[in-house]
């Protein structure tokens, strides 16, 4: 008995000592990650970023040109205005989440509360992305990283680690292992009509502003086909948006 005690706690000691290895591991990562992109102190301290951009975005089979006025603040706040120029027709749209709640509204009409189905999704898919921009919530006890090796991105070798965190879907995360800044982020994300799909980022061309960097370039995949393609300009680093920046539209 004394024997079967003791290969027990031997085995759980050497189970519990890989783990710890691999944490340690991944959180040189990030730790890389974040010196590169300004320094932990600095990210925490700006943690609202807003600006402009313009791009794509695909509706169904139909890409769309967008021109966007956008402000975001922590993992999960967003105010997003867009043009959108559909054949002949324009259309204004503006897109909230307040942390909790989310509203979209068209053509200046009254704004419509997101649901459950359509609200998960998006918080999800937008708090990978800030989770990537942010990296410093990556450190927390929330999170739990465990390393995923070599990847090549195009022509760029990237490292990567497996990012969970409760009531979010894993996350995998690639970072260029030159500069050590994020490159591609990867989760499934389960939609409204409990439909499956890949979503995949990539984080490029990426430029200093208020002592960090940022990347300005995003492309974004659903399961392999294009839908949204960003270029930020005008981009302004500060610790907190104006008052009221994430209220209802």
């Known amino acids: 008995m004394r024997l079967r ?7 759980l000691s050497i189970g519990s000592g890989v783990g710890a290895d691999e944490t340690k591991a991944a959180r040189r990562i990030i730790d890389r990650a974040l010196t590169a992109a300004g320094g932990a102190k600095l990210l925490a301290s700006q943690q609202s970023l807003s600006g402009t951009s313009r791009g794509t975005i695909r509706l169904g089979d139909t890409q769309h040109t967008i021109k966007n006025d956008w402000a975001v603040q922590g993992l999960d706040k967003l105010h997003w205005k867009s043009d959108l120029t559909a054949g002949d027709q324009a259309l204004n749209v ?26 998960t999704p998006l918080r999800q898919g937008f708090i990978g992305l800030r989770l990537a921009e942010t990296l410093t ?14 990847l090549k991105v195009d022509d760029m070798l ?9 009531g979010m879907p894993e996350m ?11 490159a591609k982020a990867e989760m499934r994300i389960t939609e409204s009509g409990k439909v499956e799909a ?10 200093k502003v208020a002592g960090r960097l940022v990347f300005t370039r995003l492309t974004v995949k659903r399961d392999d086909k294009i839908v949204l393609t960003m270029l930020r300009s005008n981009i302004e ?13």
Do not use: C, M
């Open 94 to 119: 503006v897109l909230v989440l307040d942390g909790k709640r989310g509203w979209i509204q068209g053509n200046g009409q009254k704004s419509t509360e997101l649901k459950a189905d359509l609200l």
């Open 237 to 249: 680093s500060k610790e907190k948006a104006a008052e009221g920046t994430f209220g209802e539209p």
């Open 172 to 182: 995998d995360l690639y970072f260029d292992k030159k500069t050590h800044l994020a």
């Open 198 to 207: 890949t979503y995949t980022a990539f984080f490029t061309e990426y430029k």
């Open 5 to 11: 005690s003791l290969v027990l706690a031997f085995t």
């Open 158 to 166: 990237t490292v990567g680690v497996k990012v969970t965190r409760k």
């Open 137 to 150: 919530p990556l450190l927390d006890r929330e999170t739990k990283l465990a390393p995923l090796g070599e």
